[in-house]
């Protein structure tokens, strides 16, 4: 995919050999009493490969959320289609896992059961289940921490705790909206390398909304910036860091350089 690349056709996101997700022309229309409307979406075209980490900056209130509400059939387009692995969206799937900016954790349930929440909805709390939330719970430092309850825990230790319940069914697509905006920046660092690790190891595809260009620019394969509503692709970023990428990298100039690429495309920046 060029860096320039504009969304009026389907483009390939950054270096995927297989199309997991393809967004074809994407738009939204909500009606308002009295003949208003807003017009939050216009012909957003992309694919999201297999594995990849797409993340999505653009101004405020130009469409983000509606988007990815789309992607994950909680919201319907006005018009285009959003296909993941060959059908159609039309409705909330199973295989796909959301996280917010808040945790949403059941106050009433051990850690151990939140993360437990979405496998006994689905009936299939086994044991290998329940050592597989154990396993998680781990790789994110919570061990020791099963059977405590959310309101003993820090907010960024909470937000862990969603991102393990986010991931214990093995869903294939992770969608994340502003999912770390409530932690302070250390925090924020810590769950960026926990993320990264987190799809090393399962595969995962992750589509991500953030207000924050680092954050956007240090995780992703690609940043797709928006335009202002009607939100449609300004830019395409393909960033190209290696991965596991390193705290390092925050400083070098290529990063900056991606930084202010952004900073142009969301008109911030000359
Ligand atoms: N259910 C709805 N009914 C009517 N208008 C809506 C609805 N949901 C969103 N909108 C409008 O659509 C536009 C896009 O909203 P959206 O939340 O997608 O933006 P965003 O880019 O995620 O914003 P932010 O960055 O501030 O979180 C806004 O003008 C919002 O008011």
Redesign the pocket.
């Known amino acids: 995919m060029s860096k320039d690349a504009l969304s009026a056709t389907p483009t390939e996101a950054a270096g995927s050999n297989t199309v997991f997700a393809r967004f074809d022309r994407v738009g939204k229309i909500?009606k308002?009493p009295g003949d208003r409307q807003?017009d939050?979406l216009e012909d957003v075209s992309f694919t999201l490969g297999r594995g990849k980490l797409v993340g999505l900056l653009?101004?405020?209130?130009?469409?983000?959320?509606?988007?990815l509400?789309i992607v994950a059939g909680l919201?319907t387009a006005t018009y285009g289609t959003v296909t993941i692995e060959g059908k159609l969206v039309n409705g909330p799937h199973p295989n796909f896992a959301f996280v917010f900016q808040q945790a949403n954790l059941m106050n009433w349930r051990t850690v151990l059961k939140n993360v437990l929440f979405p496998l006994e909805i689905r009936g299939e709390v086994t044991r290998a289940s329940i050592e597989r939330a154990r396993d998680l719970l781990n790789l994110v430092g919570l061990h020791g921490f099963e059977d405590r309850y959310p309101s003993e825990l820090s907010g960024g230790m909470q937000q862990r705790v969603a991102l393990c319940r986010a991931l214990v069914y093995d869903a294939k697509l992770l969608l994340m909206?502003?999912p770390f905006g409530a932690l302070d920046e250390l925090k924020r660092m810590e769950m960026h390398d926990l993320l990264l690790d987190i799809r090393l190891r399962t595969g995962v595809s992750v589509m991500f909304?953030t207000?924050s260009i680092s954050e956007a620019i240090y995780l992703s394969d690609t940043v797709a910036v928006?335009s202002k509503?009607p939100?449609t692709i300004a830019r395409f970023i393909d960033i190209d860091f290696p991965y596991p990428r390193e705290n390092a990298m925050r400083y070098e100039m290529k990063f900056t350089e991606y930084e202010h690429e952004a900073g142009r495309a969301l008109g911030i920046a000359r």
Not at 58 to 67: A, D, I, N, R
């Open positions: 909500f308002l807003i939050a653009g101004p405020s209130g130009c469409g983000k959320t509606t988007f509400r919201e909206d502003e909304v207000h928006f509503r939100a």
